[in-house]
């Protein structure tokens, strides 16, 4: 099941929200701040714990990660880092569908009924939120065909992102 909600992420009762983060994942500008605020400090000490892969890289893009939600309704925050938009041209497409795949695949590994997801790439970023949103659906879409008990929920800051992803949903918008 896929649905949309227009509102803040870090008020959502499902299993695991995801933090579109940066690399470092100490925290930052947008639904990634607003993700830090709401879940206490506590979530600043447990990405700390998440070793680097490289210096000053926790979570390289299109990857994930998973800490416990701390002081936010969810039980998990599953960070995840989107790529820079370049034009499209520098595989931004395929790394985006990796932030979903690998974030539904880590909350299924978490036994996570529900998820929700906030538009990744589509602030600082500057990916398009309408191709932003193709991939996000083609992705939930896809791994809802062996993961049909899972609930997802794209949460959108905006009624004209909310508006793109009811299109999509509906069919109008492939």
Known sequence: MMKIVL??????????????????????????????????KELLEACLK??????????PTGEARIT?????????????VGPVYRGGGCKEPEKLAD?????????????????AFPCIS???YGYPVGDAARIAVREAREFLK???DMAITFCC?????AAIYEDLLKGSAQ
């Open 157 to 161: 800051f905006s009624q004209g992102d």
């Open 7 to 40: 509102g803040d992420i870090t008020t959502l009762e499902v299993d695991a929200i995801v933090n579109a983060a940066n690399q470092v994942m100490l925290g930052g500008g947008g639904v990634d701040g607003a993700i830090h605020r709401a879940a206490g």
């Open 50 to 59: 998440v070793p680097e892969v490289r210096p000053g890289v926790r979570c």
């Open 146 to 148: 062996t993961h049909g």
């Open 68 to 80: 416990p939600g701390f002081n936010l309704p969810a039980k998990f925050v599953i960070h995840t």
């Open 122 to 124: 589509t602030g600082i």
């Open 99 to 115: 932030c979903y795949r690998n974030s539904l695949a880590l909350a299924a590994e978490n036994g996570c009924k529900s998820i």
